[in-house]
């Protein structure tokens, strides 16, 4: 139901865009987010947007390097890359929540809030 692509080999200081297609009827949806997660790491926060409003939460570790951004019109969320760092190599995954949450800020950044996972894309970033 969500579909993520994008992903590919970049060097450093190159730039990527990551799609995430939502199938689902997107009136449900409440926040979309992407997730991250290098190998023997935990997921990690990268970027929410609200699905109404578009408020967006980034995390410290992309701010000022990575943008989040929607279509609802075509039910897509995307995570535009720039700057690229060897430390961005990771598995993306996007993600949607139906239900708006009592603290966005709070809690739009754990991964638990979220019930429906993309299946991921490989980002790989070479120095």
């Known amino acids: 139901q969500l579909q993520a692509s994008g992903g590919g080999l970049m060097q450093a200081g190159g730039s990527l865009r990551l799609s995430c297609a939502d199938s689902?009827?997107?009136?449900?949806?409440?926040?979309m987010a992407w997730f991250r997660q290098a190998p023997g790491k935990d997921r990690e926060f990268v970027a929410a947007?609200?699905?109404?409003?578009?408020?967006?939460l980034v995390a410290d570790s992309v701010k000022g390097r990575f943008t989040i951004s929607k279509d609802n019109a075509g039910n897509s969320v995307f995570l535009q890359m720039n700057s690229l760092k060897p430390d961005d190599t990771a598995v993306y995954f996007c993600?949607?929540?139906?239900?708006?949450?009592?603290?966005?800020?709070?809690?739009?950044?754990?991964?638990?809030?979220?019930?429906?996972w993309g299946q991921g894309t490989l980002v790989t970033v070479s120095s």
């Open positions: 947007i609200q699905w109404s409003g578009s408020r967006v």
């Open positions: 689902r009827q997107s009136f449900s949806t409440s926040i």
């Open positions: 993600a949607a929540r139906l239900n708006r949450l009592a603290s966005y800020s709070t809690y739009a950044s754990q991964p638990q809030q979220y019930t429906y």
